[in-house]
T-cell receptor, first 115, second 114 residues
Framework: NAGVMQNPRHLVRRRGQEARLRCSPM?????VYWYRQLPEEGLKFMVY????????ESGMPKERFSAEFPKEGPSILRIQQVVRGDSAAYFC?????????????FGSGTRLTVV | QKEVEQNSGPLSVPEGAIASLNCTYS??????FFWYRQYSGKSPELIMS????GDKEDGRFTAQLNKASQYVSLLIRDSQPSDSATYLC??????????????FGRGTQLTVWP
């Protein structure tokens, strides 16, 4: 029973390139959450998705960032024209449905370094 | 603006002692509360959840919640060097479109020395 799978674990991009981060939720889970952790800071919410729907993207920068969770395949967090300030750890979590009393489990994360 | 504040630390305790980690939150509508442990370079790991006022015990860990004071804490008894990590407090508001979202504190770094 695999947990939340994220890839790649480490990603290095030059300024101006695109970064694509993937998240496969736990089996049977249809809700995905993306968080970003900057060095020495806590986790910040970015976006909450269901299959084929964005539920809450209020934590995601309006420019250069986008997210999707298609009917088939993993959720993708896409960062266009990366800048040094995008260097961070990006974590994904999933849940079976919209539940209140559920402390979701995070994937191992993708550590993005922009050079 | 929903905020979660943790004592900044770092917190250093000797092996075998009780470590006490504290957290306050601003949104009175918050309904679910969680503690995560994060080792350096790793992802956060859920260790405790609490939803009702009072104490909840799980092994060496005890979570305490006081909704009137908007305060949640984590006690670690018989601390071990392997408990050395950053502990993140997380709160869910339980309302509206932000139902799924967790708000995290910046974390308290705990060091347990032998």
């Amino acid at each position: 029973n695999a947990g939340v799978m994220q890839n790649p674990r480490h990603l290095v991009r030059r300024r101006g390139q695109e970064a694509r981060l993937r998240c496969s939720p736990m089996k049977g889970h249809s809700h995905v959450y993306w968080y970003r952790q900057l060095p020495e800071e806590g986790l910040k919410f970015m976006v909450y998705l269901q299959k084929e729907n964005i539920i809450d993207e209020s934590g995601m920068p309006k420019e250069r960032f986008s997210a999707e969770f298609p009917k088939e395949g993993p959720s993708i967090l896409r960062i266009q024209q990366v800048v040094r300030g995008d260097s961070a750890a990006y974590f994904c979590a999933s849940s079976p449905r919209e539940v209140n009393n559920y402390g979701y489990t995070f994937g191992s994360g993708t550590r993005l370094t922009v050079v | 603006q929903k905020e979660v504040e943790q004592n900044s630390g770092p917190l250093s305790v000797p092996e075998g002692a009780i470590a006490s980690l504290n957290c306050t939150y601003s949104d009175r509508g918050s309904q679910s509360f969680f503690w995560y442990r994060q080792y350096s370079g790793k992802s956060p790991e859920l260790i405790m959840s609490i939803y009702s006022n009072g104490d909840k015990e799980d092994g060496r860990f005890t979570a305490q919640l006081n909704k009137a004071s908007q305060y949640v804490s984590l006690l670690i008894r018989d601390s071990q060097p392997s408990d050395s990590a950053t502990y993140l407090c997380a709160v869910r508001s339980g309302r509206g479109s932000t139902l799924g979202r967790l708000y995290f504190g910046r974390g308290t770094q705990l060091t347990v020395w032998p």
